[in-house]
C-alpha cells in the first residue's frame, strides 16, 4: 500500500516556530505550534506561482492554490514597492478552482519586480516568490540602437527591467529549481546551468552552494549512512530512462519516496507501474517506461523528508528523418551505421546489444557539422559484433541488424586474415522536406477570464514560415495574442481569455516544398466537444 510521505522538514527556528520544507520547492513553511490538533493544518501551497516575462501594456497576474485548515489568509506583496493602487493592483479568490490570484493591469517597466504571496492561519504561514520580467516596447529598444539613450539612462533601464538585461541575480530571484539540480550536479554542468538560469556571478554562487551543501549533509546524516556514484537520467536503448545512486540507510526500514516536479508519485519493484525502482545491493535504479514528452520534469528522490538527489529530464523535439538501415559485412571489414536527424544534435546515444558505445580503437561515432548526419563505424568486424545496433535521439530510437560473413575461403583456413578496411563512401542526402507536424495541436477549453496557451511541433527545410489564424482570420500582427516560434515549436498565448476568442484556431506551415496546416477549436465555457484535425 502506497503511503504518503511526510510533507515537511522540521527544524527549529527560533522561539515557538518551526521551519519546514514544502513538497513544491521554492515555498518556505514556519509552523507556529509545536503540535498541530488532529484535521488542522499549516498553510502550503500546492500550486506555487511561477515566474512571468510580459511584453509592456499586456496584463500580467500571477495564480496560486493554496491548503490549509483553518483556510487561511493571503496576502500578496512585492519588493521594491507596495500594491495600494486598486487600479493597478487587484486581488481575486475563485471559489470554483481555489486559485488565489493577483493581477497586474497594463504592465510598465517600473512593475518588473519580485513579488511574494503569503498564506497565513493560526497555525502557521507559508510563502513564496515570483518574479516579473518586463520587456520593453519595439519603439524603445530602436531608440536604444540608434543612440537616443545615454549611458545613464541606459544604467537606468537595466535596474528596472528586473533580469531581461541584468547583470546579476539575487538570490530571492533564481529559480528554486536551479539549486534543486546544482546540489546534485557534477562540477563539469555548473556553468551549463549557470547560463540556463541567468546566473552570472560564478564566486557568489559557488560560495552559496557550499554553504547549502554543508546544509544539505547535516540533513542527510539522520538517516544515511552513505551516498555517491550520482548519475543522471538517461534513455536507454530498450525506449526506457532511468537514473541511479549508490545509497545505504542507517535505518533500512526508512521510506524512500519519487517526485516529479513537487508531486509526488508512486513506483514500484517490477514494471507492472510506469516507475521502477530496482536496489540491488547499495545501488538504487529508477527507470520510467514508455516515454512520453510530458514525462520531461525534475526528478527527486527523498528518504523519509531530506531530498537526497535531483536530476532533469529534458526531452528534445526531434525524430530520424533517415533511420539506421542493416548492414552487412565480412570479417575483418569495417561496417557503417547512418542516421539523419529532423533538428540538429550535437551528439546521440549508440547502443549494440544493450550496451552504450564509446568512441575508441573499436566504435568511431562522429557527427557532420550541422549536427544532422551522425555516424557509427564498427571496425574490423568479427562474428562477436553481428547484432542490433541502436541510435537514440532524445525519446526515439532506430535499430538495425549488423550482420557478419564468415570468410569461407578455404585457403585462409586456420589464418590469420589480414584486415580489410573498406570505408563506404558518405552518400550526400537530400534534407529538404515539405513541413508537417511533429506534434499537433492540442484540444482547449478555457473559462472567461483565464489564460490560454497553444503550442505544436513543425517540421521542415527549409524552415517554414508560420502564420497562425482564428476562423481564418491572421493573427500574427494581432497584439492581443503573443505568439513565438522556437526551434520549430510554436506556441501561441492568450492571456485573458474573452468570449471574442472562440473559434477555430489553425497553424500554417509553409515553405517552398509545401504547405501543412493542424487545426483545433476553442471554446471558452466548455459546453462543445472539440475535435482536431492535421493534414
Given at each position: 500500500?502506497?503511503?504518503?510521505?511526510?510533507?515537511?522538514?522540521?527544524?527549529?527556528?527560533?522561539?515557538?516556530?518551526?521551519?519546514?520544507?514544502?513538497?513544491?520547492?521554492?515555498?518556505?513553511?514556519?509552523?507556529?505550534?509545536?503540535?498541530?490538533?488532529?484535521?488542522?493544518?499549516?498553510?502550503?501551497?500546492?500550486?506555487?506561482?511561477?515566474?512571468?516575462?510580459?511584453?509592456?501594456?499586456?496584463?500580467?497576474?500571477?495564480?496560486?492554490?493554496?491548503?490549509?485548515?483553518?483556510?487561511?489568509?493571503?496576502?500578496?506583496?512585492?519588493?521594491?514597492?507596495?500594491?495600494?493602487?486598486?487600479?493597478?493592483?487587484?486581488?481575486?479568490?475563485?471559489?470554483?478552482?481555489?486559485?488565489?490570484?493577483?493581477?497586474?493591469?497594463?504592465?510598465?517597466?517600473?512593475?518588473?519586480?519580485?513579488?511574494?504571496?503569503?498564506?497565513?492561519?493560526?497555525?502557521?504561514?507559508?510563502?513564496?516568490?515570483?518574479?516579473?520580467?518586463?520587456?520593453?516596447?519595439?519603439?524603445?529598444?530602436?531608440?536604444?540602437?540608434?543612440?537616443?539613450?545615454?549611458?545613464?539612462?541606459?544604467?537606468?533601464?537595466?535596474?528596472?527591467?528586473?533580469?531581461?538585461?541584468?547583470?546579476?541575480?539575487?538570490?530571492?530571484?533564481?529559480?528554486?529549481?536551479?539549486?534543486?539540480?546544482?546540489?546534485?550536479?557534477?562540477?563539469?554542468?555548473?556553468?551549463?546551468?549557470?547560463?540556463?538560469?541567468?546566473?552570472?556571478?560564478?564566486?557568489?554562487?559557488?560560495?552559496?552552494?557550499?554553504?547549502?551543501?554543508?546544509?544539505?549533509?547535516?540533513?542527510?546524516?539522520?538517516?544515511?549512512?552513505?551516498?555517491?556514484?550520482?548519475?543522471?537520467?538517461?534513455?536507454?536503448?530498450?525506449?526506457?530512462?532511468?537514473?541511479?545512486?549508490?545509497?545505504?540507510?542507517?535505518?533500512?526500514?526508512?521510506?524512500?519516496?519519487?517526485?516529479?516536479?513537487?508531486?509526488?508519485?508512486?513506483?514500484?519493484?517490477?514494471?507492472?507501474?510506469?516507475?521502477?525502482?530496482?536496489?540491488?545491493?547499495?545501488?538504487?535504479?529508477?527507470?520510467?517506461?514508455?516515454?512520453?514528452?510530458?514525462?520531461?520534469?525534475?526528478?527527486?528522490?527523498?528518504?523519509?523528508?531530506?531530498?537526497?538527489?535531483?536530476?532533469?529530464?529534458?526531452?528534445?523535439?526531434?525524430?530520424?528523418?533517415?533511420?539506421?538501415?542493416?548492414?552487412?559485412?565480412?570479417?575483418?571489414?569495417?561496417?557503417?551505421?547512418?542516421?539523419?536527424?529532423?533538428?540538429?544534435?550535437?551528439?546521440?546515444?549508440?547502443?549494440?546489444?544493450?550496451?552504450?558505445?564509446?568512441?575508441?580503437?573499436?566504435?568511431?561515432?562522429?557527427?557532420?557539422?550541422?549536427?544532422?548526419?551522425?555516424?557509427?563505424?564498427?571496425?574490423?568486424?568479427?562474428?562477436?559484433?553481428?547484432?542490433?545496433?541502436?541510435?537514440?535521439?532524445?525519446?526515439?530510437?532506430?535499430?538495425?541488424?549488423?550482420?557478419?560473413?564468415?570468410?569461407?575461403?578455404?585457403?585462409?583456413?586456420?589464418?590469420?586474415?589480414?584486415?580489410?578496411?573498406?570505408?563506404?563512401?558518405?552518400?550526400?542526402?537530400?534534407?529538404?522536406?515539405?513541413?508537417?507536424?511533429?506534434?499537433?495541436?492540442?484540444?482547449?477549453?478555457?473559462?472567461?477570464?483565464?489564460?490560454?496557451?497553444?503550442?505544436?511541433?513543425v517540421g521542415g527545410n527549409p524552415a517554414p514560415r508560420i502564420t497562425w489564424l482564428r476562423n481564418n482570420v491572421s493573427l500574427n500582427a494581432d497584439a492581443n495574442y503573443y505568439?513565438?516560434?522556437?526551434?520549430?515549436?510554436?506556441?501561441?498565448?492568450?492571456?485573458?481569455?474573452?468570449?471574442?476568442?472562440?473559434?477555430?484556431?489553425?497553424?500554417?506551415?509553409?515553405?517552398?516544398?509545401?504547405?501543412?496546416?493542424?487545426?483545433?477549436?476553442?471554446?471558452?465555457?466548455?459546453?462543445?466537444?472539440?475535435?482536431?484535425?492535421?493534414?
Amino acid at each position: 500500500m502506497w503511503r504518503k510521505a511526510k510533507v515537511m522538514d522540521q527544524t527549529a527556528a527560533g522561539q515557538g516556530t518551526i521551519k519546514k520544507k514544502s513538497r513544491v520547492p521554492g515555498v518556505m513553511i514556519t509552523q507556529f505550534v509545536e503540535e498541530i490538533p488532529e484535521g488542522k493544518s499549516t498553510p502550503d501551497f500546492t500550486r506555487k506561482p511561477i515566474a512571468m516575462t510580459i511584453q509592456e501594456g499586456k496584463l500580467a497576474f500571477f495564480k496560486a492554490v493554496i491548503t490549509g485548515h483553518p483556510t487561511p489568509d493571503v496576502t500578496w506583496k512585492r519588493a521594491k514597492g507596495d500594491l495600494l493602487d486598486p487600479e493597478k493592483f487587484r486581488t481575486k479568490y475563485d471559489q470554483k478552482t481555489g486559485e488565489y490570484s493577483l493581477e497586474i493591469m497594463t504592465v510598465r517597466g517600473e512593475d518588473a519586480d519580485t513579488y511574494k504571496c503569503f498564506a497565513l492561519n493560526e497555525f502557521g504561514k507559508a510563502v513564496c516568490t515570483a518574479t516579473l520580467n518586463v520587456i520593453e516596447g519595439k519603439r524603445k529598444r530602436q531608440e536604444y540602437l540608434c543612440g537616443v539613450y545615454n549611458p545613464a539612462e541606459f544604467r537606468k533601464m537595466l535596474r528596472t527591467r528586473a533580469g531581461v538585461e541584468k547583470c546579476e541575480k539575487k538570490e530571492e530571484t533564481i529559480d528554486a529549481k536551479f539549486w534543486e539540480l546544482l546540489l546534485s550536479a557534477d562540477r563539469k554542468d555548473y556553468e551549463r546551468l549557470c547560463a540556463e538560469y541567468g546566473v552570472t556571478d560564478f564566486r557568489w554562487m559557488l560560495k552559496k552552494l557550499n554553504e547549502m551543501k554543508k546544509k544539505k549533509e547535516e540533513e542527510q546524516a539522520k538517516y544515511i549512512d552513505y551516498i555517491s556514484n550520482l548519475k543522471h537520467i538517461e534513455v536507454k536503448g530498450d525506449g526506457t530512462a532511468s537514473f541511479e545512486l549508490d545509497l545505504v540507510l542507517k535505518d533500512p526500514s526508512s521510506r524512500i519516496f519519487l517526485y516529479k516536479d513537487g508531486d509526488m508519485i508512486p513506483f514500484s519493484e517490477d514494471m507492472e507501474m510506469k516507475h521502477q525502482l530496482k536496489q540491488v545491493g547499495k545501488k538504487l535504479v529508477f527507470t520510467i517506461k514508455d516515454l512520453l514528452p510530458e514525462d520531461a520534469g525534475v526528478y527527486q528522490v527523498d528518504v523519509e523528508d531530506v531530498n537526497v538527489f535531483s536530476t532533469e529530464f529534458k526531452i528534445p523535439t526531434v525524430d530520424f528523418l533517415v533511420k539506421i538501415k542493416e548492414v552487412k559485412a565480412k570479417e575483418r571489414e569495417d561496417a557503417l551505421f547512418e542516421c539523419v536527424l529532423s533538428h540538429p544534435l550535437p551528439m546521440i546515444i549508440w547502443i549494440g546489444k544493450n550496451s552504450v558505445l564509446e568512441a575508441g580503437e573499436k566504435y568511431e561515432i562522429s557527427v557532420s557539422e550541422d549536427k544532422l548526419v551522425h555516424r557509427l563505424l564498427v571496425r574490423d568486424c568479427m562474428q562477436l559484433d553481428r547484432g542490433i545496433y541502436t541510435a537514440v535521439a532524445g525519446i526515439r530510437s532506430s535499430s538495425a541488424w549488423l550482420v557478419v560473413d564468415a570468410d569461407t575461403d578455404p585457403r585462409m583456413n586456420g589464418k590469420k586474415k589480414v584486415r580489410k578496411t573498406t570505408m563506404p563512401v558518405y552518400k550526400a542526402h537530400d534534407l529538404r522536406r515539405a513541413p508537417s507536424f511533429l506534434v499537433p495541436l492540442k484540444t482547449h477549453t478555457a473559462p472567461p477570464g483565464y489564460e490560454c496557451y497553444m503550442s505544436c511541433a513543425v517540421g521542415g527545410n527549409p524552415a517554414p514560415r508560420i502564420t497562425w489564424l482564428r476562423n481564418n482570420v491572421s493573427l500574427n500582427a494581432d497584439a492581443n495574442y503573443y505568439i513565438s516560434n522556437t526551434c520549430g515549436v510554436c506556441s501561441l498565448l492568450i492571456l485573458r481569455v474573452g468570449p471574442h476568442d472562440t473559434g477555430e484556431y489553425t497553424v500554417m506551415a509553409e515553405n517552398r516544398l509545401g504547405r501543412a496546416h493542424c487545426s483545433t477549436w476553442l471554446t471558452i465555457t466548455g459546453n462543445i466537444g472539440l475535435d482536431t484535425a492535421c493534414h
